[in-house]
Structure formats: C-alpha cells, structure tokens
C-alpha cells in the first residue's frame, strides 16, 4: 500500500470516538476582512449565500476567491471533521478528521453558483486524494460542503461535467469530498487573509490546466 494510501485510509477509519476531543471555546474572529473590508461572521449582506470549500492550504485558496468579482468576504477555517473548535496545529496532526477549508461568502446578483464552483474546479488539483502537490495529509484534500439541496445538486453537475473534461485530457479521477456542510470552525486570527498581510508568503496550490465548462444549470426539484 503507498504511503498516500495509508494517509487516505487512515482519515477513512478515524471516527468521532477516535478524534481530539477540541473544546467549547470558539476561536474568536473579530477583526474585518483586509481585503474586503467586510466582516469574517454573520450576519452577511441580505441576499448573499455562502458554501465551504476545501482545496489544499487555505491561505492561497481564500486568496483565489478573494480575488473573484461577487464574492462578498472569505474566511479560513476547518470542516469535514470530528474535533470541536480544532487549532491549527491539531488539524496538523491529522486527528481532528478535518480539512483545511474556505467559508466563501458571495452575491448571487453578480456571480452565480456555477461560477464560484468553476473557480474551485479550476483553482487546484482535485484528483490528488489526501495531498495537494508537496502539502500531504488529510488535512489537505480537496472538498465541497454545501448548505441547500439546490447547490449539492450543483456541485454534483459540475463534477460529473469537470471529470468528462478530465478524463478527455487524460488526467485522474476526482477525489474531492462533497457532503452537506455540518459546522465551519474558524482558524486562528493569524491565518485569515495570510497572503495579503504576508505577500511573499506560501502558497502550494496547482491546478489541472483543464477548463471546466459552466451552465450545467440542475434543478433541486
């Protein structure tokens, strides 16, 4: 068995009775966003909508959406998991059960769901399983986790539509997580908008090079 088979079998098998147990303090966000001068929490601007996404090392994953005309404000933090409000260095480990991951907050009235999923699909590898180039560990794989029927249906779509493009291109198998979103934990302070404040700062994202076509337009009904 390879080693990133051992990693992804690994996350496979760890359960809530085998994860760090956190603790009930939230980690606490109260400064604005830097980029976007708009604020980390809800309330959100009426009319906007949000989901989490998970596409590797957060910092350059909440910049590639930061960057994106529509979205309203960003936040890193930690989803998928087990671990109740995790800190940075216990998601590390591996034991939390989870991935490091975006909250996009975006307008609907200028970009639609459909783009903000191209984006995801575009923006980095997700055929990798638990890594995302040299990053390596559960903590990295890639990820969708949705708030409405409609845009589980969606995300559903474009990865069926991505992968035929994938699969044209002669690249992998995607391997990104999509599941209803259970709870968003936010990172530590030090992390939110980290390569604004740190612009020579790393950032392992990569991507396919593959075009994801949008307008697969699915209804929740």
């Not at 690994?10 to 606490?28: K, T, V």
């Not at 909508?49 to 936040?75: D, L």
């Not at 991505?162 to 291109?169: E, K, N, P, R, Y």
Request: hydrophobic residues 35%; negative net charge; proline residues 6%.
């Amino acid at each position: 068995m390879s080693f990133l088979s051992r990693i992804a079998n690994r996350h496979a098998s760890l359960d809530a009775s085998q994860a760090l147990p956190g603790r009930p303090e939230e980690i606490p966000v109260t400064d604005p966003h830097a980029v976007l001068d708009a604020s980390l929490q809800a309330p959100f601007p009426e009319g906007s909508e949000q989901i989490v996404v998970a596409m590797g090392c957060f910092w350059g994953a909440a910049r590639k959406f930061w960057q994106t005309p529509g979205v309203v404000s960003t936040a890193v933090g930690y989803a998928g998991g087990f671990t109740v409000n995790p800190t940075y260095q216990e998601t590390c480990t591996g034991q939390t059960g989870h991935t490091e991951a975006v909250l996009v907050v975006f307008d609907p009235e200028q970009i639609s769901i459909e783009q903000i999923l191209k984006v995801f699909w575009e923006g980095h590898d997700p055929t990798q399983g638990p890594r995302q180039g040299t990053d390596v560990g559960t903590q990295y794989r890639s990820a969708i986790y949705t708030n409405s029927d409609e845009q589980l249906a969606l995300v559903q779509a474009t990865r069926a539509v991505f992968q035929s493009a994938l699969t044209a291109a002669h690249k992998g198998e995607i391997t990104t997580e999509i599941a209803p979103l259970d709870t968003f934990y936010y990172a530590e302070y030090y992390h939110q908008q980290y390569l604004h404040k740190n612009p020579g700062g790393y950032c392992g994202l990569g991507d396919t090079g593959v075009t994801c076509p949008i307008g697969v337009g699915v209804s929740a009904d």
